[in-house]
């Protein structure tokens, strides 16, 4: 159902892999609310994936970019303006992947030289995206940029390995340009911390599909999936949260707020 939440707004969606994405349920939903958008992923992710049958089917254009290099943002940006007719009113950033974790590495055996492209493509790529934009000047006044993160950010959960340390370092940028980004421009800049969510990246950490049942027995609403995630990116690029800005949103059906719940004690007693 369509509210034209976004209706002549123009946005670009960093990340959207397959139809498991949460990027790509975003993608859908900015265009199904008015707006129109670019796509962009690694050129690697984009032969491999299905983000053209994404573009396809909402007809928009995808620009293949390494989000690690400045050059490739550069021509994101520029040809984005281009392509769409004006400045950006949003921009999602849902980018994330650790060599560490695809390898098996224990967070007592990282490789160094992995752990830099952990921090690079997970967090510092949110950064240079936000200075790239900042310098060209692609961020219209008021316009909302987002990234996603974790509560692993805050919490240490058994194989989120230095992912966690990216997502950290992820949410302290986004309060740090938030800062100079809405005193400068107006604009603003949140991340949105999402529940355990069974993606393609997701299911690539250890132990997701035991922590998706804890957290769904933890929070009182559930865990949140990917769509419902989608929907809360929306209000947040629309103008209904002009004035939230350099905040960490948890997103997750109440799980970042519970101590013990009285589903976990029934599986407790179970199992003694």
């Known amino acids: 159902m369509s509210n034209n939440l976004l209706k002549?707004?123009?946005?670009?969606?960093?990340?959207?892999?397959?139809?498991?994405?949460?990027?790509?349920?975003?993608?859908?939903?900015?265009?199904e609310q008015g707006a129109t958008i670019t796509l962009s992923n690694t050129p690697m992710a984009v032969r491999m994936g299905e983000t053209n049958a994404l573009s396809e089917k909402l007809d928009t254009k995808v620009i293949a970019a390494d989000a690690t290099?400045?050059?490739?943002?550069?021509?994101?940006?520029t040809e984005s303006m281009e392509i769409l007719g004006g400045k950006i009113d949003f921009?999602?950033?849902?980018?994330?992947?650790?060599?560490?974790?695809?390898?098996?590495?224990?967070y007592d055996n990282l490789d160094y030289g992995f752990y830099d492209k952990t921090l690079d493509v997970s967090a510092q790529s949110f950064h240079k995206m936000m200075q790239v934009a900042k310098k060209l000047d692609a961020i219209a006044d008021g316009g909302s940029i987002l990234?996603?993160?974790?509560?692993?950010?805050?919490?240490?959960?058994t194989g989120y390995n230095d992912m966690a340390d990216a997502k950290a370092l992820l949410e302290s940028i986004g309060r740090s340009f938030g800062y100079v980004y809405g005193r400068d421009k107006g604009v603003r800049v949140n991340t949105i911390s999402q529940s355990p969510t069974l993606t393609t990246a997701g299911q690539g950490i250890g132990g997701m599909n035991a922590f998706f049942d804890f957290a769904e027995k933890m929070s009182p609403l559930g865990n949140a999936s990917a769509e419902e995630c989608a929907d809360y990116c929306i209000v947040m690029f629309s103008d209904l949260t002009r004035k939230v800005t350099m905040q960490n949103l948890f997103h997750d059906g109440g799980f970042s707020s519970m101590g013990l719940t009285q589903a976990i004690v029934e599986d407790y007693i179970e199992k003694k």
């Open 91 to 106: 921009v999602l950033h849902s980018i994330g992947m650790s060599p560490n974790v695809r390898k098996g590495r224990a």
């Open 8 to 31: 002549g707004k123009r946005g670009i969606i960093f990340g959207a892999l397959n139809d498991k994405s949460i990027a790509w349920k975003v993608a859908e939903k900015a265009v």
């Open 69 to 77: 290099s400045v050059e490739d943002l550069e021509k994101v940006f």
């Open 147 to 157: 990234a996603l993160t974790h509560i692993a950010a805050q919490r240490t959960f």
